[in-house]
Structure formats: structure tokens, C-alpha cells
């Protein structure tokens, strides 16, 4: 058993809850209503991506680290 590591993105969402995107992996994106929640749907998700990359014999791809900035914007 071979362990993966991503990193994670949970965006607060206005009306509730967590959206939650995987940087290395574009076609998951997933939610939950509470920060909890939100990583378990994104565990699901990547173990669900992964379980049918690694079936296909596709590569794995490699985790990529969210750079984060605030910029200041004078109006």
C-alpha cells in the first residue's frame, strides 16, 4: 500500500459550507457543509481518482502546492 499526499483547497462559500479543489488534480471538485465534511468528500474524491488512474494504468500525478496571495488594489 503506497501512500499519496495533496494539497487542498477549501473555499468558504457565501450561503454555507466548503468548495474544495485538489491543485494537482483539476477534475476534482467537490463540497461540504462543514469543514469536516468537506474533507472527507475530498478524500473520497482523490481515493476515487486515484483507485481508477492506477486500473487504466495512468500516471499519478504529482501534488502541486496552492500559492496564496493577498493583493492590495487602491481605487
Known amino acids: 500500500m503506497k501512500i ?31 469543514l469536516e465534511e468537506a474533507k472527507t468528500m475530498a478524500e473520497d474524491a482523490i481515493k476515487c481518482f486515484l483507485e481508477s488512474a492506477l ?10 502546492e496552492p500559492s496564496i496571495k493577498k493583493i492590495a488594489i487602491s481605487i
Open 4 to 34: 499519496y499526499n495533496y494539497s487542498v483547497v477549501f473555499e468558504p462559500v457565501t450561503e454555507g459550507g466548503y468548495n474544495v479543489i485538489v491543485p494537482a488534480i483539476p477534475e476534482i471538485c467537490t463540497y461540504g457543509e462543514t
Open 55 to 64: 486500473q487504466a494504468k495512468e500516471p499519478i500525478p504529482e501534488d502541486r
